[in-house]
């Protein structure tokens, strides 16, 4: 049976090697569109040690694999419940070149879930900071939080990564 890191590796592949040849692209495309592509490399670089990007249909598939090894995990449709999770904003996602792109620091896998810390962080970030704002604030290290970075401090801190997002929405609004 496979474990879980390379089923992740080889998801995470697919999505890599088209990165590195978008990097190897000739520059023939306009300035904006090679800033873009350098912007979105810098925000895909940050999630490395978090897990990584996953677009939806590749986390369906994991998903999918995940009831293969365990038959009492199995989700009956996969890709539905990943759609459902992103339209009713209980994940952060990004826009990507490839499309929407999710984080998988906030995935309980095994359990075919989001993190439970997830919604009540979410709770205090959404409509503050927007969707990549949201995603690079999970992987940002936080004075907060001693220089740790919420996506992996929320496994083992939760109080005190919501104390974090708290003060953060405090200082974003103003007040």
């Known amino acids: 049976m496979p474990d879980r890191r390379s089923r992740l590796a080889t998801t995470a592949s697919r999505w890599f090697e088209d990165t590195v040849a978008l990097e190897r692209e000739p520059d023939d495309a306009p300035p904006t569109d090679a800033i873009s592509r350098l912007q979105w490399l810098s925000t ?3 999630f490395a040690d978090t897990g990584g990007l996953v677009s939806g249909d590749e986390l369906a598939d994991l998903l999918r694999q995940q009831g293969h090894d365990d038959a009492l995990m199995r989700v009956p ?3 539905s419940l ?5 339209v009713s904003q209980s994940v ?3 826009d990507s070149p490839w499309g929407r792109m999710l984080p998988l620091f906030q995935f309980d896998l095994p359990r075919a879930a989001v993190h439970p810390g997830m919604r009540p962080l979410l709770a205090e970030l959404q409509g503050v900071l927007d969707d990549v704002e949201l995603a690079l604030w999970f992987v940002t290290p936080n004075e907060w ?3 740790a970075c919420p996506a992996l401090a929320m496994h083992h801190g939760l109080a005190a990564v919501r104390q974090a997002a708290r003060t953060d929405r405090y200082v974003a609004l103003g007040c």
């Open 82 to 86: 990943v759609a459902r999770w992103i």
């Open 92 to 94: 952060v996602s990004i």
């Open 44 to 46: 895909a670089r940050a």
């Open 77 to 79: 449709q996969p890709l």
């Open 145 to 147: 939080l001693g220089g």
